[in-house]
Structure formats: structure tokens, C-alpha cells
Nanobody
Framework: QEQLVESGGGLAQPGGSLRLSCAAS????????MGWYRQAPGKQRELVAA???????NYADSVKGRFTISRDNANSTVHLQMNSLKPEDTAVYYC?????????WGQGTQVTVSS
């Protein structure tokens, strides 16, 4: 059974850091593009960062230079290192796996940035 499980969310102060992880099981992880999305209250879900099967990454303009996505194919894991966090980064963060139009989603992890 396909499953994505996020971890690492929590409370951080403005300017702080958090590292999110997503562990995949039941899928051929290496062939999937992986992504992190987020959804703030009252807003649509948006792409934060994505990484192709070949390791090419792209980022939303709002997080460029602050967030870094990486993948570990040997352990079927994708990470999102978030630095210089801002209150506007507060959202539920979701892990996504995609291949040939088929997508899988994690259950989400809450990130709150507040002093």
C-alpha cells in the first residue's frame, strides 16, 4: 500500500529553522518526482518545492534562497530544510509523489512560525 508519512513540523520563531521529512513506502520512490506543498487557512494549496527523479529542483519564489529540497533514494525519503522562517510560512505542509499523472499525498504536518 502506497504511503507517504511526513514528520518534523512544529513551532518555530521567525528567523528560525525546521527540517521536514517524508518517508515513502509502497511506491518505486526513485522514479517519482517528489514535492512539498503547503496550505494556509483560507488559502489554496500551493507548491513550495519539487525535485525530479534526476535531482533537479525548483522552488516557489516566496521560498527561494531559504528552503532546500533534497531526496535520498536509498531510504525513500525527501526532506525540506526551511531556514529564515517567516510568519507567512505558517501552514500545513504536504508531501507529494507523482509519476505519469498518478499522485500520492501524505497526511500533512503543521508548521507554525510565531514569536
Amino acid at each position: 500500500q502506497e504511503q507517504l508519512v511526513e514528520s518534523g513540523g512544529g513551532l518555530a520563531q521567525p528567523g528560525g529553522s525546521l527540517r521536514l521529512s517524508c518517508a515513502a513506502s509502497g511506491i518505486r520512490f526513485a522514479i517519482h518526482a517528489m514535492g512539498w506543498y503547503r496550505q494556509a487557512p483560507g488559502k489554496q494549496r500551493e507548491l513550495v518545492a519539487a525535485i525530479t527523479r534526476d535531482g533537479i529542483s525548483n522552488y516557489a519564489d516566496s521560498v527561494k534562497g531559504r528552503f532546500t529540497i533534497s531526496r535520498d533514494n536509498a531510504n525513500s525519503t525527501v526532506h525540506l530544510q526551511m531556514n529564515s522562517l517567516k510568519p507567512e510560512d505558517t501552514a500545513v505542509y504536504y508531501c507529494n509523489a507523482a509519476w505519469l499523472g498518478v499522485q500520492y499525498w501524505g497526511q500533512g504536518t503543521q508548521v507554525t512560525v510565531s514569536s
